[in-house]
């Protein structure tokens, strides 16, 4: 199997791969979600063994890796003061548009907040979602949903 080389994968992808990251981890861990993205596929491109569906192999890296970034940030890393505690960064309102409903995707649980960000911001189908989350389509269907029900919930008419 003859695979195209990487710089065709970036040239198409690269847009959905920073979408997602940016959407997944937010704005202060966006670029080095994607970038951890982009170096992990490189290591793994060699070894493909098709090249049947790219995109979904792309954004399940990526989502993978602001999974990593979540789970790394709910551990405490103590400084050199005793008793202190590393801050979280802050998230920059400007960087974001519409701060508040970031703000409540990210405070969904971790598989309706990837739903919502496959399906919203990388515009992809339920059977994509659902090959990226591992899934089968009617389950990505109801993460989509599940998510907008509490949005719904949670967000101010205005906001929506």
Known sequence: MDLPP??????????DVARLAHALAGPSHGDDVAQQAWTRALA??????????LRAWLLTITRNCAMD?????????????????AEAPVTSAAADP???V??????LPERQ???????????????????VLDTSPAMSRRLVSDGLATLRLTLPEESR
Request: hydrophobic share 45%.
């Open 6 to 15: 990487f710089q065709q994968l970036v040239d198409a992808h690269w847009r």
């Open 44 to 53: 793994a491109y060699p070894g493909l063994t098709s090249t049947r569906n």
């Open 69 to 85: 970034v979540h789970r790394a940030a709910r551990r405490t890393v103590p400084v050199e003061k005793p008793g202190l505690l």
């Open 98 to 100: 519409r701060p508040e």
């Open 102 to 107: 970031w703000a409540a995707v990210a405070g």
């Open 113 to 131: 907040r990837a739903a919502i960000a496959l399906k919203y911001v990388t515009d992809l189908d339920h059977r994509a979602i659902a090959h």
